[in-house]
């Protein structure tokens, strides 16, 4: 026997205690305070395996559960790749050896080990669980090495499976293994300090083991507030510490896994209101009041990434809005709100953590509301939708270091669950969406007012809407199995002929109007479009047949032509088939060599018969008009209605010789002026409901261009024609006239001085000259102002020469505008002075100003905006300004009149004098035309007239004004009739508005 095996422990101890009380107090007290130690230590480790067993047991419930809750529609629909992306969201789970899906006989649905799917369970505890007769959570094993749980998943009360969890129990053995590390250190020193404690410790240890004991009871009560409260150095006090730092350590493990139970908890709760509820705003809305209540969050919100890179708020908890309602984040890095938690998470597309969110520099902008909010950690993971990121959930705790490693994957995994929710809800909108177009498409079938046909490859009808048989007049059932040729709705086209099909195959559509019949066996036009469908592999599966019946359509065509090409009253070509017609006649004649000719004809005097016996009549003539210009020309020769009382004659092939064409042209010409004399017999219909005859003369003014091919195109032609026609008119009427080149050049002069006025008005070249005029005396008066417009070529150009063609141009009004502008400037500078402030000035204006609607507005206008005084001017007008529309002329006048504005009568007696029109006209003045006074003789017709017109004058108490005064017998004539105001070369040339106001000066 070796020395090692001779050793006996008690033996030294009890020689150790021999040789003192000291040491055998000491020994026997810490023998003693040894065994409460070891039992202590044997108590706290035994309770805390039970609590690890029990919380690993508690957990692998919690994962049965969950997974028999969320993978029961999928084990029902038998959907293995469901059931598979299921167990991917336990894969992870801390501590997991396996999850399987059973199916009721034992069958592995699916696992997380890929091997084991599809295989059957045949071990004892399975067999245990598949025995049940009652379906209900079961604990299969629990020891030091594992636990094993099931769970059933059960669907409307019906058991279809069992979910089961196995988890390993390595961590709760390195727990008991720290702590029973931690009790043998304790014990090991609480031996070294006991040998070395002294007899006069044993009396004061007695009341610290008994407060050790009461700490150890309360324990074993299951307290875990109690605290030892030895604070000395001895080592009862030091094992009193180690004691509170293994119940510290134990009750922050107790946290934690209480923590993680709550977010365990949490996730199942959310998995279910993912499976519950339906609508995307308040399933994010419910989670995140779940975290929030569950994992006692003070904060938790879900961001939605918008277009412009700003995070906006899709639903939060309701425990704290202020700091959502001003929270602002953009996923920019270089915007001030970019570095968010949230933000950094959306850009890095994995989970941020912050566990001290007040100590980050770079989110300082969020930290006052922080700090008002409570909040001290944020975690923030990122939310994918569709394998995009959609945005982000953010979670907000109260206290730092919140988020450990196992929160943060738990809180993953419930992120992915929502990201597969939010990917149900879009595969659910596209599905409701897919229905609703099939639906649509499945009413535009049926409702579309088009025939459709819908055969097979093989040509065979499958399908026909209601439209189809309303144009066909076939039933459905009469069609489907048949094929085209069999129904034969197609004569013409062999029931769609090969050439369409093979187009049809060709092109992969075909359409074309086509002849179909009726089943009744009427024939009508149709408009057919075919299209070729095929399948993603490009093979041929249908044929899409649509038509439509164009009968109407192709009428509608033929009213449209018509229209578009004929004039609607006498059936005749219009302006623009005559112009196209032109256009051929041009170009054959250049081929052929030939001359032909374009008559323009205007009925004379047909406005007098539209204007007295109404439009009627006037229609009927018209129509009579066409018909005796066909009756006239050649079968060749075209008549067209130009527009209004104006026809146009196309005749074509006269001659190769000019001259003979030329007679040629004449003699059709005469005839339908010998047509035209004929007299119109026109039916009027009376008033009390019957119909007279109605006999009316009338002739035409008819205008000849000749032609020879190309050299001149139709418009040209056209206005060629229609000038000769003009010619005609003031030759008399009833007459036929010539082109003449000479007007052509006459018309191109026009053209230019139409140019040169427009140019004139905008570079300036008008000014106002103005002319005195005096009473008996000589006394100025007034002055009348004269428009000169100084040409840079032409020179001094004449008003005869451009009025009338500014009156015909419209540009008149242009004019008319400046001569008022400058007229009212010149009455404002004479009323600032003394010599000129009494005098007043004319302005003549024409009727295309008085006309105009706004014309009294624009006088208050100008009259305001330069100064004048309105009763020191006077509007000079003719008789034709007020003709046109004398009721418009007198309104606008007296509301002139009403401004201050007088008028007056130029030219008067030269025109249609009406004495009617001039005693309503509120007029002050008259004046005596120039050409009564030029040729004026003591006995003469004009002397006559102006004695007249001063009488007229005196009795409308009109003042009477002669113009046109150039001697001294000229002025004595018509002071001797009593005429007191004068204008003329004789007192004045008209003058610059400097050289009349010098007139005044000194």
Not at 773 to 791: F, K, S, T
Request: proline share 2%; net charge neutral; glycine share 6%.
């Amino acid at each position: 026997m070796n020395t090692f095996s001779r050793f006996r422990p008690w033996q030294v101890l009890r020689r150790f205690g021999r040789q003192s009380l000291h040491r055998r107090l000491a020994l026997a007290f810490g023998g003693v305070s040894l065994l409460m130690m070891l039992g202590l230590a044997g108590l706290l480790l035994k309770q805390q395996q039970n609590f690890l067993d029990q919380a690993g047991i508690l957990r692998a419930h919690t994962l049965a559960n969950s997974l028999a809750n969320g993978s029961g529609s999928w084990v029902l629909a038998n959907d293995v790749a469901g059931l598979r992306e299921v167990l991917q969201g336990y894969e992870k789970t801390p501590n997991l050896i396996r999850a399987l899906v059973l199916s009721p006989r034992g069958q592995v649905l699916a696992s997380s080990r890929n091997d084991e799917t599809g295989l059957y369970v045949t071990d004892a505890l399975s067999r245990q669980l598949l025995e049940q007769v009652t379906p209900e959570p079961a604990l299969l094993l629990a020891d030091r090495h594992m636990i094993d749980v099931a769970a059933p998943i059960m669907v409307n009360q019906r058991l279809v499976g069992w979910a089961r969890i196995e988890l390993d129990q390595k961590a709760t053995q390195a727990s008991l293994r720290r702590v029973a590390w931690v009790g043998l250190q304790f014990i090991a020193a609480t031996v070294l300090i006991l040998l070395l404690v002294s007899l006069w410790l044993s009396n004061s240890l007695i009341k610290p083991l008994q407060s050790l004991m009461a700490v150890a009871s309360a324990i074993e009560t299951g307290s875990r507030s109690e605290r030892s409260e030895l604070r000395g150095g001895d080592e009862i006090s030091q094992l009193g510490l180690s004691l509170n730092h293994m119940l510290d350590t134990l009750v922050a493990s107790e946290q934690q896994l209480d923590l993680l139970n709550r977010v365990y908890a949490a996730w199942t709760e959310s998995v279910a209101a993912i499976v519950r509820d339906a609508d995307e705003r308040s399933l994010l809305k419910r989670i995140c009041n779940i975290l929030a209540e569950k994992i006692q969050l003070r904060l938790v919100f879900v961001g939605r990434l918008d277009a412009t890179g700003r995070v906006v708020i899709a639903a939060h908890s309701d425990n704290e809005s202020n700091y959502v309602s001003n929270l602002h984040i953009d996923i920019d890095p270089d915007s001030p709100y970019g570095h968010a938690v949230l933000a950094n998470a959306i850009r890095q597309k994995q989970a941020c953590i912050q566990n001290d969110f007040l100590s980050d520099a770079g989110t300082q902008i969020w930290h006052k509301a922080a700090r008002e909010a409570g909040i001290k950690s944020v975690a923030a993971f990122p939310l994918l939708r569709n394998r995009q990121i959609f945005g982000g959930l953010a979670v907000y705790a109260e206290k730092t270091d919140f988020f450990s490693d196992n929160i943060i994957t738990l809180l993953s995994g419930l992120v992915n669950d929502m990201s597969y929710a939010l990917d149900n809800f879009d595969r659910e909108r596209q599905r409701k969406q897919s229905e609703i177009e099939l639906a649509l498409a499945a009413s535009v079938f049926e409702n579309s007012q088009e025939g459709i046909m819908i055969t097979d490859a093989d040509k065979t009808i499958r399908r026909v809407n209601l439209m189809f048989s309303v144009l066909t007049g076939y039933r459905a059932e009469e069609c489907i199995g048949k094929t085209p040729e069999q129904i034969g709705c197609w004569p013409r086209q062999t029931a769609l002929n090969l050439t369409i099909w093979d187009n049809t195959d060709t092109q992969q559509c075909w359409q074309g109007e086509v002849e179909s019949r009726r089943k009744d066996g009427l024939h009508y036009p149709q408009w057919l479009s075919i299209i070729k469908v095929v399948n993603g592999e490009g093979c041929l599966t249908h044929y899409v047949v649509t038509f439509t019946d164009i009968t109407e359509r192709k009428l509608n065509e033929e009213r449209i032509y018509k229209l578009a090409f004929y004039d609607p009253l006498t059936d005749l070509p219009n302006r623009r088939l005559l112009l196209e017609k032109m256009e051929a006649a041009l170009t054959a004649n250049q081929r052929k060599g030939g001359h032909g000719a374009v008559m323009f004809l205007d009925l004379d005097r047909f406005k007098i018969l539209n204007d007295t016996q109404g439009h009627n009549l006037g229609d009927q003539l018209l129509i009579e008009a066409g018909k005796r210009l066909c009756r006239s020309v050649r079968e060749v020769d075209t008549v067209a209605r130009h527009g209004g009382d104006e026809f146009v004659v196309l005749l074509e092939e006269l001659s190769a010789d000019r001259q003979i064409a030329a007679v040629n042209a004449q003699k059709i010409g005469n005839k339908i002026l010998a047509e035209m004399n004929q007299v119109y017999r026109l039916h009027q219909i009376n008033a009390d409901g019957g119909v007279s005859l109605v006999e009316h003369h009338s002739s035409a003014s008819i205008g000849v261009a000749m032609f020879h091919g190309l050299d001149v195109n139709s418009e040209d032609l056209l206005k060629q024609a229609d000038m000769a026609m003009y010619q005609a008119k003031q030759a008399g009427r009833n007459t036929l006239c010539l082109f003449d080149p000479q007007m052509q050049a006459g018309l191109n002069k026009r053209a230019a001085l139409e140019a040169d006025l427009r140019s004139g008005l905008e570079q300036n070249q008008f000014k106002l000259f103005y002319q005195i005029q005096v009473d008996r005396q000589r006394r100025a008066i007034g002055a009348e102002a004269l428009l000169r417009w100084d040409h840079p070529l032409r020179g001094t150009v004449a008003p005869a020469e451009f009025i009338a063609l500014a009156e015909e141009s419209g540009l008149i009004v242009a004019l008319g505008n400046f001569a008022l502008r400058e007229a009212c400037a010149a009455l404002a500078n004479w009323a600032r002075r003394p010599a000129m402030a009494g005098l007043s000035l004319a302005v003549n204006i024409s009727a295309k100003q008085l006309s105009q609607q706004d014309f009294v507005r624009q006088m208050q206008s100008l009259l305001r905006q330069t100064g004048a005084d309105p009763r020191r001017l006077k509007l000079e007008i003719t008789e034709d300004v007020v003709l046109g529309n004398v009721e418009n002329a007198i309104a606008v006048m007296r509301a002139l009149n009403k401004l201050g504005v007088e008028f007056a009568m130029d030219d008067f007696g030269t025109g249609y004098s009406s004495l009617a029109y001039l005693q309503r006209l509120p007029l002050t003045q008259l004046k005596i035309d120039r050409s009564f006074i030029a040729e004026l003789r003591n006995e003469g017709n004009n002397a006559a007239i102006i004695r007249t017109v001063l009488a007229l004058g005196d009795s409308l108490n009109l003042q009477i004004i002669a113009e046109g005064v150039e001697t001294e017998p000229q002025q004595a004539y018509l002071t001797d009739c009593g005429c007191r105001y004068f204008q003329g070369y004789l007192f004045g040339n008209p003058e610059t508005l400097a050289q009349f106001n010098a007139r005044f000066m000194g």
